[in-house]
């Protein structure tokens, strides 16, 4: 019987030091430079770091300061956690696969930015707006298009390492930064996705869910309170065949945003040239809705301003305005939008300039009906029907002079 426990003992006690070295062996590889060159065979394309790890049950670790920066030839991207601790799969690191069950987290941080082409960076405007770009650490800004890479060897597929996250869940959500707009609050994100650099990747049913923050658009202020929730997947696609955008013609997903906003000086971002309009003044809520099932759906974009002021070449309106973007059928993989049901309405309005017709109230609708937008070629095509109290304030706009004795009628 003694022999027993002695025996008992002896096995107990391999087993915690066997348990301790494993560990001790663990804290060891996490604060050595070994594991990050392993999982890093391509820095310039997937990067993976931390400050801070440590372990105090095998497979399960706390990880400070995560960075994981990544790209395509389109796109670049980069997400950051604080504070995270996941469960991972040890014997899958043998065979280059970080498989980590379950994530969560708080403290995340999200940005990405398209990569210009060469046309793009010869385009003022285009090159202004990427300034209001996110920064980040190891790409180059601006950030300009890579060249078409070839499909990757087998001998190359398998110095890459893939990448699994089964089920996260992160508070904090601090940050949303996609080009120039950017959110900045508090959120949820539940999700997982799998990526196997430059050629296999998939986004499991995620949701983003963003608590009243400010989205801005550059330097200029979009709403504020800002609010709503994202949901998405992705199914296993070929990272060649759906570059950048084109991740759009296989989402599934839907989205509910909202907001108010406080002056419409930031759309002077989005309509730029000659002879375009200067926003300024006006105040109101906004809204977005979206829903996509494999890359076709519909959408709609509703905002309802008052005291908005707009300056239009010789002509200033100042008034309410309310109106949608109406998308009853939009298909990314036919590159088509149908407009229909679009409407801008403007409310005690008066126009000031010559040939406006005075101070009096001015009123108008304007329906699209119907209307189609080709995305490929950038054509719009439609039919719109006008609907004012008097022509005064058009005939302004366009420059028409007409003569005195028709000018009352």
Same mark, same amino acid.
């Given at each position: 019987?003694?022999?027993?426990?002695?025996?008992?003992?002896? /096995?107990?006690?391999?087993?915690?030091?066997?348990?301790?070295?494993?560990?001790?062996?663990?804290?060891?590889?996490?604060?050595?430079?070994?594991?990050?060159?392993?999982?890093?065979?391509?820095?310039?394309?997937?990067?993976?770091?931390?400050?801070?790890?440590?372990?105090?049950?095998?497979?399960?670790? +706390?990880?400070?300061?995560?960075?994981?920066?990544?790209?395509?030839?389109?796109?670049?991207?980069?997400?950051?956690?604080?504070?995270?601790?996941?469960?991972?799969?040890? $014997?899958?690191?043998?065979?280059?696969?970080? +498989?980590?069950?379950?994530?969560?987290?708080?403290?995340?941080?999200?940005?990405?930015?398209?990569?210009?082409?060469?046309?793009?960076?010869?385009?003022?405007?285009?090159?202004?707006?990427?300034?209001?770009?996110?920064?980040?650490?190891?790409?180059?800004?601006?950030?300009?298009?890579?060249?078409?890479? $070839?499909? $990757?060897?087998?001998?190359?597929?398998?110095?890459?390492?893939?990448?699994?996250?089964?089920?996260?869940?992160?508070?904090?959500?601090?940050?949303?930064?996609?080009?120039?707009?950017?959110?900045?609050?508090?959120?949820?994100?539940?999700?997982?996705?799998?990526?196997?650099?430059? +050629?296999?990747?998939?986004?499991?049913?995620?949701?983003?869910?963003?608590?009243?923050?400010?989205?801005?658009?550059?330097?200029?202020?979009?709403?504020?309170?800002?609010?709503?929730?994202?949901?998405?997947?992705?199914?296993?696609?070929?990272?060649?065949?759906?570059?950048?955008?084109?991740?759009?013609?296989?989402?599934?997903?839907?989205?509910?945003?909202?907001?108010?906003?406080?002056?419409?000086?930031?759309?002077?971002?989005?309509?730029?040239?000659?002879?375009? $309009?200067?926003?300024?003044?006006?105040?109101?809520?906004?809204?977005?809705?979206?829903?996509?099932?494999?890359?076709?759906?519909?959408?709609?974009?509703?905002?309802?301003?008052?005291?908005?002021?707009?300056? /239009?070449?010789?002509?200033?309106?100042?008034?309410?305005?309310?109106?949608?973007?109406?998308?009853?059928?939009?298909?990314?993989?036919?590159?088509?939008?149908?407009?229909?049901?679009?409407?801008?309405? /403007?409310?005690?309005?008066?126009?000031?300039?010559?040939?406006?017709?005075?101070?009096?109230?001015?009123?108008?609708?304007?329906?699209?009906?119907?209307?189609?937008?080709?995305?490929?070629?950038?054509?719009?095509?439609? +039919?719109?029907?006008?609907?004012?109290?008097?022509?005064?304030?058009?005939?302004?706009?366009?420059?028409?002079?007409?003569?005195?004795?028709?000018?009352?009628?």
């Amino acid at each position: 019987m003694k022999r027993g426990l002695v025996a008992g003992i002896v /096995l107990l006690a391999l087993l915690v030091a066997g348990f301790v070295t494993l560990i001790a062996a663990t804290n060891v590889l996490l604060s050595t430079s070994w594991l990050r060159r392993q999982i890093n065979a391509e820095p310039d394309h997937t990067f993976i770091d931390y400050t801070e790890a440590s372990s105090r049950w095998p497979g399960r670790i +706390h990880l400070r300061g995560v960075f994981v920066r990544s790209r395509d030839t389109g796109v670049e991207w980069l997400a950051t956690i604080e504070d995270a601790r996941i469960d991972v799969d040890l $014997p899958a690191l043998r065979s280059k696969r970080f +498989h980590v069950r379950t994530l969560t987290g708080s403290g995340f941080a999200f940005r990405l930015r398209e990569r210009l082409t060469p046309k793009e960076l010869d385009t003022p405007s285009t090159l202004a707006r990427a300034k209001d770009n996110p920064p980040i650490a190891g790409f180059a800004d601006p950030p300009v298009a890579g060249p078409p890479r $070839p499909e $990757p060897s087998k001998e190359e597929l398998e110095k890459l390492w893939k990448i699994h996250i089964g089920r996260l869940s992160l508070l904090g959500v601090k940050e949303i930064w996609v080009d120039d707009f950017h959110y900045q609050g508090s959120g949820t994100l539940t999700g997982g996705f799998f990526l196997w650099p430059q +050629h296999e990747g998939e986004v499991y049913p995620a949701k983003l869910t963003l608590a009243p923050g400010t989205l801005d658009l550059g330097k200029k202020n979009v709403a504020g309170p800002f609010h709503g929730t994202v949901e998405a997947r992705v199914p296993h696609f070929q990272v060649a065949e759906y570059p950048a955008n084109e991740i759009w013609k296989i989402m599934t997903g839907k989205a509910a945003l909202s907001g108010e906003t406080h002056d419409l000086v930031f759309a002077n971002t989005l309509v730029k040239g000659p002879g375009a $309009p200067r926003f300024g003044q006006g105040k109101g809520p906004l809204a977005l809705a979206l829903s996509l099932e494999d890359g076709a759906g519909s959408a709609a974009f509703e905002f309802d301003f008052a005291h908005a002021g707009v300056q /239009l070449d010789k002509v200033r309106l100042n008034g309410s305005v309310r109106g949608a973007l109406n998308v009853p059928a939009l298909d990314f993989r036919r590159g088509v939008a149908e407009l229909s049901g679009t409407f801008l309405e /403007l409310k005690d309005v008066v126009a000031e300039g010559e040939g406006t017709g005075g101070p009096r109230a001015w009123w108008g609708r304007f329906d699209v009906a119907p209307a189609r937008f080709d995305m490929k070629g950038s054509r719009l095509a439609g +039919h719109l029907a006008a609907k004012c109290r008097d022509a005064r304030p058009l005939f302004a706009l366009f420059d028409v002079a007409l003569p005195g004795w028709a000018r009352g009628l």
